[in-house]
């Protein structure tokens, strides 16, 4: 299957859903596309964290460019379709596998025919088309005067995207997502209370591995001032998995000054795991403080965050919070697995020559404290430049060995350009002194991107 069939499949998807329509409801469907396009060229000195090993890997660098498709079917005030299609999503620039010749042929990659496209044959792979566009999420939405109905594969959400994020900002990469029922009050606006049933099975029949959630939330969500609550319990009979995540979240503006509050906590216990631990406890929690005061053009921000760790990574009990990877705090630090090696000769495919049997930091902010002070300012109506610094330290220092003080200092700078209300071009560049934590391995590191982006 080639890119041509895929933008067929694109269009006649978005046609089917018109065609299936009925004559007198298709006069009063108004149909909304909305979406983006991101462009991102990225470079990255050693996440090795050490030069002189024989196994670093060395800088990296890479282009990728994701087209996001959020069509809106609007069939009636009360019946809504969503769809969200993401085409080429984080695909690497210059590894497609196929190009289209000049006798019209797709041609594999390093025949002759293809010789002109120049591709490298140490591309990261996985970029084939049948992976290069899919259908995201899927649902529909009911609202009457008592109750709202959503049904589908949708997004999920809560606060600030400390454990549940949609990954809908700008820099982010992944997104959860669920097959959900939800039903939400209505008539109590703006005081919602919301349950929903979220399922993860392959539905083999006499299969007990199934897995189910039942979540509860609510609170009063006005313009200006948010709180609420979000009660959620993960349930999978085969090993009598149960985990209950519980979250408070409150949001306002005083004037100039926004604060924003997320508190959660895992508790919950599993007879048996894939990890081969048994009769497993889990106990675990975190949250962050965000403040933010604007003063045109001036804006000073500042956020503090928790994570909880564990001491002893041998034992049954589990008390480390990993957040959502979409939650940022900056362009190295807990978004760049570190410290990460070459496979050299052993490279694969798979394993895209990246070896993360030694990294000590992942996606996600994980047992740690970090303080994230910022500073903007709006250069002009349309450019705006800011300075990040992300210190973090080890919030159970016994979890590493000799105890270490810190995972280092980032220091951040920022430039964003508006064009014409929807185009933004931005760059970033980041410079990571590593702590402790690293041992020996924390040589100083810098990375830096380019971004273009297309709201629609």
């Given at each position: ?78 019946v809504?379709?969503?769809v969200e ?22 041609q594999d ?24 566009m ?27 995207g ?19 029922v ?33 979540l509860l ?16 319990w ?32 895992l ?6 795991t ?20 604007s ?14 760790g ?29 410290p ?30 970090y ?86």
């Amino acid at each position: 299957m080639h890119q041509i069939g895929y933008t067929r499949t694109l269009f006649a998807t978005l046609a089917l859903l018109g065609a299936c329509l009925s004559p007198s409801i298709a006069a009063a469907v108004e149909f909304r596309l909305d979406g983006l396009y991101r462009f991102e060229a990225s470079l990255f000195d050693t996440l090795s964290l050490n030069r002189d090993a024989d196994d670093s890997e060395g800088t990296r660098n890479y282009l990728d460019h994701r087209l996001r498709l959020t069509p809106h079917i609007r069939l009636s005030p009360q019946v809504h379709v969503f769809v969200e299609f993401d085409v080429m999503d984080a695909m690497r620039f210059g590894s497609t596998p196929e190009v289209l010749a000049a006798d019209g042929q797709f041609q594999d990659n390093g025949s002759p025919f293809n010789e002109p496209i120049a591709l490298s044959g140490s591309v990261i792979p996985g970029s084939d088309y049948t992976e290069s566009m899919f259908v995201r999420r899927a649902w529909a939405e009911l609202y009457t005067p008592w109750f709202d109905l959503k049904v589908g594969r949708m997004a999920s959400n809560w606060g600030m995207g400390l454990l549940a994020n949609d990954g809908s900002c700008d820099r982010c990469y992944y997104g959860d997502i669920v097959d959900r029922v939800m039903i939400s009050t209505s008539r109590l606006d703006p005081v919602r209370l919301s349950f929903a049933v979220d399922m993860r099975s392959e539905g083999f029949i006499n299969r007990n591995d199934d897995t189910h959630s039942f979540l509860l939330s609510g609170g009063y969500l006005g313009e200006v001032h948010r709180i609420g609550g979000y009660l959620r319990w993960t349930r999978q009979p085969s090993n009598k998995f149960n985990v209950v995540h519980g979250d408070i979240w409150a949001t306002t503006r005083l004037g100039p000054l926004s604060l924003e509050l997320e508190a959660l906590i895992l508790w919950g216990q599993a007879e048996d795991t894939e990890l081969g631990v048994e009769n497993l406890s889990i106990l675990a929690g975190g949250g962050a403080l965000d403040a933010v005061l604007s003063i045109n053009p001036w804006e000073i921000g500042f956020q503090l965050g928790v994570a909880s760790g564990d001491s002893n990574g041998q034992d049954n009990e589990w008390h480390t919070l990993t957040m959502d990877r979409d939650h940022n705090i900056g362009l190295l630090m807990f978004e760049q697995p570190m410290p990460v090696y070459a496979h050299g000769d052993a490279a694969t495919e798979e394993n895209q020559n990246i070896d993360l049997s030694r990294q000590l930091t992942g996606s996600g902010v994980s047992n740690a404290v970090y303080l994230r002070p910022r500073f903007h300012i709006d250069i002009r109506e349309d450019l705006r430049a800011g300075v990040i610094l992300i210190a973090a330290f080890p919030a159970v220092k016994e979890a590493f060995p000799g105890e270490p003080d810190a995972y280092g200092l980032e220091i951040d700078v920022e430039l964003l350009w508006t064009l014409y209300g929807n185009f933004e071009l931005g760059a970033r560049a980041g410079f990571l002194f590593p702590g402790e934590v690293f041992g020996e391995n924390r040589d100083f590191t810098f990375g830096g991107d380019l971004r273009a982006l297309v709201h629609f």
